[in-house]
């Protein structure tokens, strides 16, 4: 266990920094944009999530595994490499494209055109920061320094160049250029340390990997229609300040929901590994039981924080202007709790067995799903009817995918 538990210290210090610099600029940033510009941001982030998530195409989860299993190989290590930084930055050119049309159509979203372009460096950033090489060859503490020092770099900036609700576009552009830093220190540390070697990039090599990523892409975009598309819709029926009240106490969800993804990551190569032979499958099962114990306990501690603690952080840290946001950091206290388990389930089970194809089926009927009832219940209830729906569609998922391992007979933790 020597190897994982670094392993997970190492990507938790990765994580807490992708989610502690935003959290330095936070209370600053609401207080200087005021709730209105953080919500003119936030509305246009979440629009452009939606591009980061197509350019990721799930290959943060297939090429993970790839490099995993032929890690030992540096022409396989490097054709993966090499063939998914193309396809992803074909992605984010073509979700540059169809930006450029929804500004052109659209004049809600035509008004908001430079935010746009600042938020689009998230995109580019994405698609060029190869975080899936360093987790499937378990290279967590290069992939942590590189996080935290692309996160800190632009830390300065904020305070010297973010004065007031006119920097509106530079604010958006320094959150989204640390993918940009971080990309850069990668292929560095990558073509020093000989890591990957010239490779082919062909048209037979990325079909094929776009096709293994298929069902956990077509999972990933079903998944956003009950994650990244909660804030527009807040903004489409509450309103812009709703938005950034939204916004900010989400980041703050986020934060204490940040510590799942480095366990789950740190974990899914062994796991993954241990789980193709019958005579590791119960060592596979010890790591899944002590990884889970570890997942739940900590978002059960941060979620009593969040709920009981939730007038305090609001005033003192956002801000009196954004006091009404303690009501959305309240009621998304626990949704944590439940994201950690079904990531145990997805992760651990689902995707570590190859069953992706069964996991997108979930996604495919939970995201249009909560996409209708959420539109229903946010345009009705604003956010008691968004914030109710997260819970259902959570709470849904975890209980779908309890229920088909069961009926596989495989173990749930």
């Given at each position: 266990?020597?190897?994982?538990?670094?392993?997970?210290?190492?990507?938790?210090?990765?994580?807490?920094?992708?989610?502690?610099a935003?959290?330095?600029?936070?209370?600053?940033?609401?207080r200087?944009?005021?709730?209105?510009?953080?919500?003119?941001?936030?509305?246009?982030?979440?629009?452009?999530?939606?591009?980061?998530?197509?350019?990721?195409?799930?290959?943060?989860?297939?090429?993970?595994?790839?490099?995993?299993?032929?890690?030992?190989?540096?022409?396989?290590?490097?054709?993966?490499?090499?063939?998914?930084?193309?396809?992803?930055?074909?992605?984010?050119?073509?979700?540059?494209?169809?930006?450029?049309?929804?500004?052109?159509?659209?004049?809600?979203?035509?008004?908001?055109?430079?935010?746009?372009?600042?938020?689009?460096?998230?995109?580019?950033?994405?698609?060029?920061?190869?975080?899936?090489?360093?987790?499937?060859?378990?290279?967590?503490?290069?992939?942590?320094?590189?996080?935290?020092?692309?996160?800190?770099?632009p830390?300065?900036?904020?305070?010297?160049?973010?004065?007031?609700?006119?920097?509106?576009?530079?604010?958006?552009?320094?959150?989204?250029?640390p993918?940009?830093?971080?990309?850069?220190?990668?292929?560095?540390?990558?073509?020093?340390?000989?890591?990957?070697?010239?490779?082919?990039?062909?048209?037979?090599?990325?079909?094929?990997?776009?096709?293994?990523?298929?069902?956990?892409?077509?999972?990933?975009?079903?998944?956003?229609?009950?994650?990244?598309?909660?804030?527009?819709?807040?903004?489409?029926?509450?309103?812009?300040?709703?938005?950034?009240?939204?916004?900010?106490?989400d980041?703050?969800?986020?934060?204490?929901?940040?510590?799942?993804?480095?366990?789950?990551?740190?974990?899914?190569?062994?796991?993954?590994?241990?789980?193709?032979?019958?005579?590791?499958?119960?060592?596979?099962?010890?790591?899944i039981?002590?990884?889970?114990?570890?997942?739940?306990?900590?978002?059960?501690?941060?979620?009593?924080?969040?709920?009981?603690?939730?007038?305090?952080?609001?005033?003192?840290?956002?801000?009196?202007?954004?006091?009404?946001?303690?009501?959305?950091?309240?009621?998304?206290?626990?949704?944590?709790?439940?994201?950690?388990?079904?990531?145990?389930?997805?992760q651990?089970?689902?995707?570590?067995?190859?069953?992706?194809?069964s996991?997108?089926?979930?996604?495919?009927?939970?995201?249009?799903?909560?996409?209708?009832?959420?539109?229903?219940?946010?345009?009705?209830?604003?956010?008691?009817?968004?914030?109710?729906?997260?819970?259902?569609?959570?709470?849904?998922?975890?209980?779908?995918?309890?229920?088909?391992?069961?009926?596989?007979?495989?173990?749930?933790?």
């Amino acid at each position: 266990m020597a190897g994982p538990k670094k392993n997970i210290l190492y990507l938790i210090a990765a994580q807490g920094f992708i989610y502690l610099a935003p959290l330095i600029v936070l209370p600053y940033l609401t207080r200087t944009l005021g709730a209105e510009g953080f919500g003119r941001i936030a509305y246009i982030q979440y629009i452009v999530n939606y591009f980061i998530l197509i350019t990721d195409y799930g290959f943060s989860t297939t090429a993970t595994r790839l490099i995993a299993i032929d890690s030992h190989s540096k022409a396989r290590v490097s054709s993966v490499f090499a063939n998914t930084i193309a396809v992803k930055l074909m992605l984010a050119c073509l979700t540059g494209v169809f930006s450029l049309v929804l500004i052109a159509a659209i004049p809600a979203i035509r008004q908001y055109s430079a935010l746009m372009f600042a938020c689009f460096l998230g995109v580019f950033g994405n698609a060029l920061f190869p975080t899936w090489m360093f987790q499937g060859l378990e290279r967590m503490r290069v992939l942590a320094l590189i996080t935290c020092a692309s996160r800190v770099i632009p830390l300065p900036l904020f305070f010297l160049y973010v004065k007031n609700s006119d920097d509106l576009v530079t604010a958006a552009a320094l959150q989204n250029i640390p993918g940009i830093i971080a990309a850069v220190f990668s292929f560095y540390y990558a073509i020093d340390k000989k890591l990957i070697e010239r490779a082919e990039i062909s048209i037979t090599s990325i079909w094929d990997m776009m096709k293994e990523g298929w069902a956990i892409f077509l999972a990933n975009i079903s998944t956003s229609f009950y994650t990244n598309i909660n804030g527009i819709l807040i903004g489409n029926f509450a309103g812009v300040e709703q938005a950034s009240f939204f916004y900010a106490t989400d980041k703050l969800r986020f934060a204490a929901q940040g510590f799942i993804q480095p366990i789950a990551s740190a974990l899914f190569p062994r796991i993954t590994v241990l789980s193709q032979e019958p005579k590791d499958r119960q060592q596979a099962k010890r790591l899944i039981q002590h990884g889970s114990l570890m997942l739940v306990g900590i978002e059960l501690l941060c979620g009593l924080v969040m709920f009981f603690g939730a007038d305090f952080i609001t005033v003192h840290y956002l801000g009196a202007g954004f006091m009404p946001a303690a009501i959305y950091l309240k009621s998304l206290a626990f949704l944590p709790l439940v994201i950690a388990v079904a990531t145990i389930f997805s992760q651990w089970r689902f995707q570590a067995l190859g069953m992706s194809v069964s996991l997108s089926r979930i996604y495919l009927i939970a995201g249009p799903l909560h996409a209708l009832y959420a539109t229903f219940l946010t345009y009705r209830y604003h956010g008691y009817g968004l914030i109710s729906s997260l819970y259902m569609t959570e709470i849904g998922i975890t209980l779908m995918m309890a229920f088909i391992l069961k009926r596989k007979k495989i173990p749930l933790f």
